[in-house]
Every structure is written in C-alpha cells, then in structure tokens.
C-alpha cells in the first residue's frame, strides 16, 4: 500500500470527545502535499492515528451548510 502524507494546517473545532480520549474535528488538513480541504475525522489524542473521516473542498462544505440550515434537527 502507498504511504501518504498528511499535515493538519489549521485545527478549527471539536466536535465531541469519546471517553477513550479520540475527538471528532473539524480540521484544514492537506494530504499529500495537496492545497488543504475541510477534513472532518476522528483523530487519537495525540494526532498519530486517525479513522476514517471525509474532506470537503470549501464549494462543498458551503452546499452541505446550506443544506443543514434548512434541515429541522430534534
């Protein structure tokens, strides 16, 4: 399997915390020395590890706000 890279360039918010220590964020994150994405994913506590998550160009993040302002959450 290739290696990758990855750099965390901006870390904007957490989102929650599991009693195991690893947090969801919401972080600017560039992979493979690419301009950096919208990267929401759970990470270890000290950023070593991470699972699986999703990257959003800013055109997409704008579209999925749009669509959670709209959306009636209980």
């Known amino acids: 399997m290739a290696e990758f890279k990855y750099e965390i360039t901006e870390r904007i918010a957490v989102l929650s915390q599991s009693a195991n220590g690893w947090q969801r964020q919401l972080n600017m ?13 759970d990470w270890s ?14 055109e997409e993040l ?3 706000k749009d669509i959670l302002e709209e959306l009636e959450i209980e």
């Open 62 to 64: 704008s579209t999925l």
């Open 29 to 41: 994150v560039s992979w493979n020395d690419r301009a950096p994405k919208y990267d929401i994913r």
């Open 45 to 58: 506590p000290d950023n070593s590890k991470m699972g699986k998550g999703i990257s959003l160009s800013a």
